[in-house]
């Protein structure tokens, strides 16, 4: 009887058990800022459980943080550079103030909802990932190849 309830309570943990959509910027990208619909191949990861390695950029700390701003590359918040787009940039919120900001690349995965959002009145992103796990990631898995045409990534100018 004991093996029989491990295994049903098992098979219903794994049912509900989601593997996250592994998004690309260049996906996040389709979503024009201005446009009227929003691409049915971004519209589909609204509400999803998504994994997305980038760059953070933090607000206003860089100790115990509860949201930052994940790009595709580094250096792609600087100043010497156009701002990325509201469709380049991700709005990261984690339910607990306890990430240090980091400058090498991170995984994010969490869910990920298409909406506006605005930090001190100024749009910073067509979408919020509200994060389950923020996680260090590999050089080599992050989106460096496609990046938009307007950055210049050291210093190519």
């Not at 910027?25 to 994994?51: C, E, I, T």
């Not at 380049?88 to 339910?95: A, C, F, G, Q, Y």
């Not at 009145?121 to 067509?126: E, F, I, K, T, W």
């Not at 990932?129 to 898995?141: E, F, G, I, M, S």
Request: charged share 20%; aromatic share 10%; with cysteine.
């Amino acid at each position: 009887m004991r093996s029989v309830l491990l295994l049903a309570l098992l098979l219903t943990v794994s049912a509900f058990t989601v593997n996250p959509t592994r998004v690309y910027f260049k996906d996040l990208r389709k979503y024009n800022m201005g446009a009227k619909v929003v691409p049915p191949s971004v519209k589909s990861l609204d509400g999803r459980q998504v994994s997305i390695v980038g760059y953070m950029v933090p607000f206003d700390s860089v100790d115990k943080i509860d949201r930052f701003v994940l790009l595709q590359a580094p250096f792609m918040g600087c100043f010497h550079v156009p701002p990325p787009q509201p469709n380049e940039s991700v709005l990261v919120k984690t339910r607990q103030a306890n990430v240090n900001v980091t400058y090498d690349p991170v995984q994010i995965t969490g869910t990920l909802k298409i909406e506006e959002s605005y930090v001190d009145g100024y749009l910073v992103s067509l979408y919020t990932l509200t994060a389950t796990n923020v996680r260090a990631a590999q050089q080599k898995d992050a989106e460096l190849d496609g990046l938009p045409a307007s950055f210049h990534m050291f210093s190519d100018f």
